[in-house]
């Protein structure tokens, strides 16, 4: 997911953190393991705050991902 968004930081940050999720998830993949499934859902939790986390800096609304957030790891915040 890449977002094209009129508020830049929010863009840049948003794109950063999506960076940072796929390249997590792709590793968690290969290294496989028991806890590979929990990681993963840690790993996507993380990358949902960091978008909440940008609205609230930039003055957005963050409620249609706190709804993500809580999908992948049942916490609202």
């Known amino acids: 997911m890449i977002i094209d968004h009129p508020n830049k930081t929010h863009q840049n ?3 950063l953190a999506e960076s940072s999720r796929q ?3 792709q590793q968690q ?3 496989g393991g028991a806890n590979a499934q ?3 859902r840690a790993i ?3 990358f949902w705050r960091a978008v ?3 609205c ?3 003055g ?3 409620s249609p991902f706190k709804q993500s957030l809580h999908d992948v790891a049942g916490v609202w915040s």
Request: proline content about 4%; overall charge negative; aromatic content about 0%.
């Open 52 to 54: 909440i986390t940008s």
């Open 23 to 25: 390249t997590a998830v």
């Open 60 to 62: 957005l609304d963050p």
């Open 13 to 15: 940050t948003v794109n």
């Open 38 to 40: 929990a990681n993963i």
């Open 29 to 31: 993949i290969v290294a």
């Open 56 to 58: 609230l800096a930039n």
């Open 44 to 46: 996507e939790a993380t």
